[in-house]
């Protein structure tokens, strides 16, 4: 089994729509949760980190449960600018070390 | 604030060259960095991380190898590079804590 596990899509929406995805992972231990944004050949970016009381920043939802280890990523009022590949990112162990799920491809159409 | 540089952003080598891709991180001190790779269509893997100068772990085995010569210097070395080292590589660092990395624009390897 996969440390952090997640659809690799891809999700095709329309603009305006609201898209949901998932992400397990399997050390119950981990401490820190965050969801990265990769655009096309290029680095990740951090999007948000996740805090177990869930948050939100703008169009985007974040929430954690921690008893099924379990993070979702919402946004809302989907643009064309939204459009690429959404990290889900877990830190395993003390000491910065992040573990990366596979990622998930999001396309949003006009 | 801190920036970090990574180059170069594109490299073709043959097969049997040797390897260097340089890291460095400005604005802080005593940072975590970290080299990973990502081949095409696939999730990134950590190769190597440093806690501090001359303190390098490995995660996988390899051809590659790594150095910190300096604080705020990361770099990733190979003596002979493999078809199989093709592919996106990236230098990243946080501070201490559970923060997150940041990551530099990437290299992207092309081996012939």
């Known amino acids: 089994r996969k440390e952090v596990e997640q659809d690799p899509g891809p999700f095709n929406v329309p603009e305006g729509a609201t898209v949901a995805f998932n992400c397990t992972y399997s050390n119950s231990a981990s401490q820190s949760f965050f969801w990265y944004r990769q655009d096309c050949r290029k680095e990740p970016k951090l999007l948000m980190s996740v805090y177990s009381s869930g948050n939100e920043d703008g169009r985007f939802t974040a929430q954690l449960n921690r008893a099924s280890q379990y993070i979702s990523l919402l946004i809302r009022d989907s643009k064309l600018s939204d459009s690429a590949t959404y990290l889900c990112v877990v830190s395993q162990r003390a000491g910065n070390m992040l573990t990366f799920g596979g990622g998930t491809r999001l396309m949003v159409k006009p | 604030s801190q920036t970090i540089h990574q180059w170069p952003a594109t490299l073709v080598q043959p097969v049997g060259s040797p390897l260097s891709l340089e890291c460095t991180v400005e604005g802080t001190s005593n940072p975590n960095l970290y080299w990973y790779r990502q081949a095409a269509g696939r999730g990134l893997q950590l190769l190597f991380y440093s806690v501090g100068i001359g303190q390098i772990s490995s995660e996988v085995p390899q051809n590659l190898s790594a150095s910190r010569p300096q604080d705020r210097q990361f770099i990733l070395s190979s003596k002979k590079l493999l078809l199989s080292d093709s592919g996106f590589y990236l230098c990243?660092?946080?501070?201490?804590?559970?923060?997150?990395?940041?990551f530099g624009d990437g290299t992207r390897l092309s081996i012939l």
């Open positions: 990243a660092w946080t501070g201490q804590g559970n923060q997150p990395q940041h």
